[in-house]
């Protein structure tokens, strides 16, 4: 098993990731190659998958199918989230991939995405003496694990991802005020559930594991930091989430910590977060930059120790 090499390939909603590893001793593993397109299988909904976002789709199968190649991989794993699951066509586009990309896609549930993100930064950030609530924000969904070492109180995965927030809701630009308070009203509606277990559970801490967690961690001071972590200073983060918000597109791109492809959707991203702490403050801020595609690692690690079984791909 030590040298073999593994590749897991993570279909978001607005982002492809391919994340190429090899094995070491103790089912420890080291990156060899990761890189993300943003392909944006969302982008106007969930409905549908239009034929544009098909073929950003199918490019970046060919090129990470030629990546996997290129370093001699030998077990690879697809796994489709929340866009493929609830379009229309999302599983006649997976097989689609499947078919000219040669490897073949699975699409999850989201307790399924929830319980992969949760080993993925369970298997790199030590334990906490409160709750933590990870905050995975994709484009099709966002998925909520609340846990304490073995302990889960609560894992759920809501369609209010960025794309699908964004068509819905982001009708000006910049922002209306009544866009927001449409936005809050779904967020108190759907998010009910979870703000009620948060009460029961402070004080917690926050692990933001997406893109726009990424933005925050290049603006804010770090408590903490270390290769694949680290803890955030929260004073100003409602300012900086509050100043990206009332922007126009002019604006925001003019701010050199968001990337051109998070120019659109980091306005209802800081509004979802935002929403948070306004009802329930967290007590610390962590990013992690480990979520859904590492914890498929430590599974196919996993289960090529124990059985030897790999799979195809």
């Not at 809501?158 to 794309?163: E, M």
């Not at 967020?187 to 029961?200: A, C, H, M, R, W």
């Not at 893109?211 to 804010?220: A, H, K, M, N, P």
Request: charged share 25%; glycine share 6%; aromatic share 8%.
């Amino acid at each position: 098993m030590t040298g073999e090499r593994i590749a897991v390939i993570d279909l978001g909603s607005n982002t492809f990731h391919l994340l190429i590893c090899e094995i070491h001793s103790h089912r420890s593993w080291v990156t060899i190659h990761k890189e993300r397109e943003y392909v944006k299988l969302a982008d106007g909904g969930l409905d549908l998958i239009d034929e544009h976002a098909i073929q950003r789709a199918i490019d970046a199968m060919l090129r990470f199918r030629d990546l996997i190649k290129k370093y001699e991989v030998t077990s690879t794993r697809a796994i489709g989230t929340a866009a493929l699951r609830e379009a229309r066509n999302g599983v006649a586009v997976a097989e689609t991939l499947s078919r000219v990309s040669g490897i073949q896609i699975d699409i999850i549930d989201g307790q399924h995405e929830a319980k992969y993100i949760l080993a993925g930064i369970q298997s790199v950030l030590p334990d906490l003496d409160q709750y933590g609530l990870i905050m995975d924000i994709g484009g099709g969904s966002v998925e909520f694990i609340l846990f304490k070492k073995n302990d889960v109180a609560f894992a759920e995965s809501f369609k209010i991802g960025v794309a699908v927030l964004y068509d819905t809701y982001h009708q000006s630009d910049p922002i209306s005020t009544h866009d927001i308070r449409l936005l809050e009203t779904e967020l108190d509606e759907q998010l009910e559930s979870l703000i009620g277990v948060l009460k029961q559970n402070q004080p917690y801490y926050l692990i933001g594991a997406s893109g726009s967690f990424e933005v925050l961690y290049d603006v804010l001071p770090k408590n903490i930091t270390t290769t694949h972590w680290a803890e955030l200073e929260l004073t100003g983060v409602i300012e900086i989430m509050n100043t990206v918000i009332l922007a126009n597109i002019d604006e925001r791109r003019r701010m050199h910590e968001i990337p051109e492809e998070r120019i659109d959707y980091i306005v209802v991203a800081y509004i979802l977060i935002r929403y948070l702490f306004k009802k329930v403050a967290p007590e610390k801020l962590y990013y992690c930059e480990y979520a859904l595609k590492e914890g498929v690692v430590v599974e196919m690690i996993s289960d090529i120790s124990n059985t030897g079984i790999r799979d195809s791909g």
